[in-house]
Structure formats: C-alpha cells, structure tokens
C-alpha cells in the first residue's frame, strides 16, 4: 500500500487580497501609462515600471510570490550539483552528434532513391 503524501494548497483571505491588489496594480501601471499620453515618454516609461515593481513586490509578499522565490533557490541549488562536461567532452560530443546526421542523412537519401528507382522504374516503368 502506497501512502502518497497529500498536496494541500491553503490560499487564505489575506494572500487573495494580495494576489488581487498586485494585479491592480499592474493593470493601474497599464492605465496610467496610457492615460498619461500627452507626457513625456520618459515620464509615462518610469510610471509604468513604478507600478510593475509595486505590483511584483506586493506578489512576493504572498504564498505565490514566496513559494515562487523558494523554486528558484532550489533551481539554482540543483543546478550547483551538475557536473558540466569539460571542453574537450563537449566537442567530441558535437563532432558525434554531426557524424550521426550525416550519415543519417546520407541513409535516407540512399532509401530515398533506392524506393524512386523500385517504384518508378521497375514497377510502373516510368523511365526518365
């Protein structure tokens, strides 16, 4: 008997709220910029990435935003335990992978033109 443990996602009133308020956030970050049409570029530009950075910290302050901070980490912890290959191994490795489509290559083609020939000349006897 296998004993899966259970995923359970608690999403309280308070993270809600905050998932909430950064995408009006955002949206207002859109609005603004848009409703600021008549202002200089540069003056909309900082507007807009004012409210995207106030949208993305009040995300990061929620379940989401910190379970999503925590991914990351791990991500990176994980990829700090990969043994790259050297130099050398990656090349051989290219050089292999080039052989094995050209002759690939080189097999298709001949199947390609041996079922031409089989087909075309000798069963249908449509000569070029």
């Known amino acids: 008997m296998s004993t899966s443990p259970q995923v359970q996602t608690v999403t309280t009133g308070a993270d ?9 956030l ?8 848009y409703l600021l ?15 995207v950075a106030a949208s ?3 995300f990061f302050t929620s379940e989401s935003g910190r379970q999503l901070i925590a991914y990351g980490r791990e ?9 790259w290959p050297t130099r050398k191994e990656a090349t051989q490795m290219t050089l292999y992978v080039f052989a094995f489509v050209v002759v690939m290559a080189l ?5 390609d033109k041996t079922l031409e020939w089989v087909l075309y000349d000798l069963i249908l006897g449509w000569k070029r």
């Open 26 to 33: 955002l949206l207002g970050a859109v609005v603004a910029f």
């Open 56 to 58: 993305v910290g009040v």
């Open 16 to 24: 809600k709220a905050k998932l909430a308020a950064a995408a009006l």
């Open 37 to 51: 049409a008549e202002q200089p570029l540069w003056l909309r530009v900082i507007a807009l990435l004012v409210g």
């Open 75 to 83: 991500s990176v912890r994980e990829v700090k335990k990969v043994v």
């Open 107 to 111: 097999f298709l083609w001949i199947t």
